[in-house]
């Protein structure tokens, strides 16, 4: 009898341009294109882990015994502020959430944004919203009031190689706040099998 597979439904969100598309295609094994298209609306993918995979990727967790494949259901928002409304039908408590950031774009403001449609470079005039924005956005909608626990928040600062190398340290009480842990990590306590009763994260 094979079982169902481990379930975790990640989301990603994030200023667009940030970079949310670029690590799910990293995740997944697919090259990296510096001429990525404009995510529009809500992609959905696949990533499947093997439990040898799992082993290898996990730190200090080699000898786990692991059996079950992990489904990774990876939900990449676009970061145009018109869809923003529509996207909060989507947040909720039953998902792990990184959060995209990069320097250049942390801000609450409209600046000129270089996008691409079919390898074509475009400039347009951009809505950006600082990080706090983002995580004001997840908490709203996945407080955690109803099961308990917040979701897990990953914070990713993306691009750090534009600003010179110098990655940005976060103040602990604005993680605090949001209910961030400093040291964030997925873990597969965050998984139930599909079919399981208790299972949050799918």
Request: net charge neutral; hydrophobic share 35%.
């Amino acid at each position: 009898m094979i079982s169902a597979p481990l379930e975790l439904k990640i989301i990603l969100v994030g200023n667009a341009t940030s970079g949310k598309t670029s690590l799910s295609k990293v995740l997944r094994g697919e090259p990296f294109n510096s001429k990525e298209n404009s995510t529009h609306g809500i992609q959905i993918s696949e990533w499947l882990l093997s439990p040898t995979e799992l082993r290898n990727i996990l730190p200090g967790q080699a000898d786990m015994d692991l059996q079950e494949t992990l489904r990774v259901n990876i939900w990449d928002f676009g970061g145009q502020e018109y869809y923003h409304g529509t996207h909060q039908i989507f947040l909720d408590n039953n998902a792990v959430y990184v959060l995209i950031w990069d320097e250049r774009h942390n801000q609450n403001s409209t600046v000129p944004t270089e996008l691409f449609f079919d390898n074509e470079s475009v400039v347009v005039p951009q809505e950006h919203f600082h990080y706090r924005y983002w995580l004001d956005s997840i908490r709203h909608s996945a407080s955690g009031q109803t099961s308990g626990m917040p979701p897990p928040v990953l914070l990713l600062q993306n691009k750090v190689d534009l600003q010179n190398g110098q990655p940005r340290f976060y103040d602990a009480n604005l993680l605090k706040r949001y209910t961030v842990d400093h040291n964030s990590a997925i873990r597969l306590k965050y998984a139930r099998a599909r079919k399981a009763p208790d299972r949050r994260y799918r």
